[in-house]
């Protein structure tokens, strides 16, 4: 089992910038792919960007070149920094990651991000 504590968001203004962070406890070692999600109430979750065990990262086209995912396996967290933060960002971000070998998926119980002037 690993458990996800996220960390960060709140109100920012179009433009600026916010971090988040997720560390996960408990069976980390297993930990494949660490990412976000976020989701805009009525709409369904969509991804926003992941990193694997092998630094290979993901992002979502909406996010590229504004956001960056990064990891640090000796502290089991993931980040995600925002920058050039859009009205349309606002959302819940679920912190996800994947482990085992069975690839289970565990889920954070996400955080708030406001982008509003």
């Known amino acids: 089992q690993v458990q996800l504590g996220e960390s960060g968001g709140g109100l920012v203004q179009p433009g600026g910038s916010l971090s988040l962070a997720c560390a996960a406890s408990?069976?980390?070692?297993?930990?494949?792919?660490m990412g976000w999600y976020r989701r805009v109430p009525g709409a369904q979750r969509e991804l926003v960007a992941d990193i694997a065990d092998d630094g290979n990262k993901n992002y979502a086209e909406a996010v590229q070149g504004r956001f960056t995912v990064s990891r640090d396996n000796a502290k089991s967290t993931v980040y995600l920094q925002m920058k050039s933060l859009k009205p349309e960002d606002t959302a819940i971000y679920y912190c996800?990651?994947?482990?085992?070998?069975?690839?289970?998926?565990?889920w954070g119980r996400g955080t708030q991000v406001t982008v509003s002037s």
């Open positions: 408990g069976s980390t070692l297993s930990i494949h792919v």
């Open positions: 996800y990651v994947v482990a085992g070998r069975d690839l289970k998926v565990f």
